[in-house]
T-cell receptor, first 111, second 110 residues
Framework: GAGVSQSPSNKVTEKGKDVELRCDPI?????LYWYRQSLGQGLEFLIY????????KSGLPSDRFSAERTGGSVSTLTIQRTQQEDSAVYLC?????????FGSGTRLTVV | GQNIDQPTEMTATEGAIVQINCTYQ??????LFWYQQHAGEAPTFLSY????GLEEKGRFSSFLSRSKGYSYLLLKELQMKDSASYLC???????????FGGGTRLMVKP
């Protein structure tokens, strides 16, 4: 597609359940980022993929968070045993030459 | 590491000019980006500076001084629709990773 696609757009889950968030980047973009944004807050970096290099996972807040990028394209962010503090909008961006294009995000609500 | 600072909130009047400042400290600078984010929406790209000086794009201009670790976004002829958060981001030459500041929430009043 023409833009970055994220699914689902909204997810409500019970505390303790696992969730998977998907990001389909712009074709040909080698860089892919995941960010988290709580209400009224800035963007919190989570993880960064660049080509075939090892991902930069320095922003993942705990070992309950993991992400994969298969075939250098689609990425999934997995949150295990969700907690209420995980509630936020999870934004994915892809970029070529550094200029990132964002998806519309997944709004995650943990109840 | 990266450290990016910008004011949390600003208020301006419709038709006026506003300047949003951003200071940064980084290892391996590879460009300064400004994004606009309306409430409930994803950030959208506004401007990119990699060399010192002013880049003008319509009502929006962005300035960079690499020696001072300083940038600003200038918005002219403010319109109500300019009410949004403005995010400053720094690109790192270790793979062009983008690190964002906390954003400046701009409120434009009539």
């Amino acid at each position: 597609g023409a833009g970055v696609s994220q699914s689902p757009s909204n997810k409500v889950t019970e505390k303790g359940k696992d969730v998977e968030l998907r990001c389909d980047p712009i074709s040909g973009h080698t860089a892919l980022y995941w960010y988290r944004q709580s209400l009224g807050q800035g963007l919190e970096f989570l993880i960064y993929f660049q080509g075939n290099s090892a991902p930069d996972k320095s922003g993942l807040p705990s070992d309950r968070f993991s992400a994969e990028r298969t075939g250098g394209s689609v990425s999934t962010l997995t949150i295990q045993r969700t907690q209420q503090e995980d509630s936020a909008v999870y934004l994915c961006a892809s970029s070529a030459l550094g200029i990132g294009t964002f998806g519309s995000g997944t709004r995650l609500t943990v109840v | 590491g990266q450290n990016i600072d910008q004011p949390t909130e600003m208020t301006a009047t419709e038709g006026a000019i506003v300047q949003i400042n951003c200071t940064y400290q980084t290892s391996g600078f590879n460009g300064l980006f400004w994004y606009q984010q309306h409430a409930g929406e994803a950030p959208t790209f506004l401007s990119y500076n990699v060399l010192d000086g002013l880049e003008e794009k319509g009502r929006f201009s962005s300035f960079l001084s690499r020696s001072k670790g300083y940038s600003y976004l200038l918005l002219k002829e403010l319109q109500m629709k300019d009410s949004a958060s403005y995010l400053c981001a720094v690109g790192n030459n270790a793979g062009n990773m983008l690190t964002f500041g906390g954003g400046t929430r701009l409120m434009v009043k009539p």
